[in-house]
């Protein structure tokens, strides 16, 4: 049985940010929210999976605030202005965590390392690692929702060797798959 089968109203979202809610800027990073662009449809998918999940967390990796190339207050500008965007439109984000750290740095809170899906347990202890799903676009990110023991969602859009429980083209196909899933569940 797919994992999609057995979501309910308790489970847990995590969701990578570049690349699965925004345009992943090609060798820079997102540094100001005018340089913040929704990927189409991440708004619509992100209302549609908060109805279907008890806690949407995203978990993200800033090493541009480590390496000086934007400031800590500029990163809450654009997760402030994300969630703004993102409950507009009937969407909900219960926390937003990110690692502004540089690689190889001690404690190393970078994914693919658990750091910050313990920390939202801390916040959250009725997170249960076994009934939450990791969506990312990158092996880290996969890496990541594994060594929590999460079930892991990969966007991609072209054929890639990263093993994930699913592969899919964006937020959106989620959002339908887990949909049809539940319309078919409550018959």
Same mark, same amino acid.
């Given at each position: 049985? &797919?994992?999609? *089968? $057995?979501?309910?109203?308790?489970? &847990? !979202?995590?969701? @990578?940010? @570049? ?11 997102? #540094?100001?929210?005018? @340089?913040?662009?929704?990927? %189409? ?19 993200? +990796? =800033? $090493?541009?605030?480590? #390496?000086? !190339?934007?400031?800590? *207050? ?8 994300? /969630?703004?965007?993102? +409950?507009?439109?009937?969407?909900? !984000? ?16 970078? #994914? %693919?390392? %658990? ?10 202890? =009725?997170? +249960? ?11 880290? @990110? /996969? =890496?990541?929702?594994? +060594? &929590? ?9 072209? *054929? ?5 429980? !699913?592969?899919?083209?964006?937020? /959106? ?5 887990? &949909? #049809? ?7």
């Amino acid at each position: 049985m &797919s994992f999609i *089968e $057995q979501i309910k109203p308790d489970w &847990s !979202l995590f969701l @990578d940010r @570049d690349g699965v809610i925004n345009v992943r800027p090609v060798n820079d990073y997102v #540094k100001c929210w005018s @340089d913040f662009e929704f990927l %189409p449809g991440a708004i619509e998918a992100i209302a549609s999976l908060s109805g279907y999940f008890h806690l949407v967390f995203v978990v993200t +990796n =800033q $090493q541009g605030v480590g #390496k000086g !190339l934007m400031k800590p *207050e500029a990163l809450q500008e654009i997760h402030s202005n994300m /969630m703004k965007h993102i +409950n507009e439109a009937g969407g909900r !984000l219960t926390r937003i965590y990110s690692c502004t750290c540089l690689q190889n740095t001690f404690p190393d809170c970078r #994914k %693919p390392s %658990p750091f910050m899906a313990n920390q939202a347990k801390v916040e959250f202890p =009725q997170i +249960n690692f076994r009934h939450s799903v990791m969506v990312g676009d990158t092996l880290t @990110d /996969m =890496q990541f929702g594994k +060594n &929590s023991g999460m079930h892991t969602v990969l966007v991609s859009s072209d *054929e890639t060797n990263i093993e994930a429980d !699913l592969i899919v083209s964006d937020l /959106m196909e989620l959002a339908e798959l887990i &949909s #049809k899933q539940q319309k078919k569940s409550s018959k």
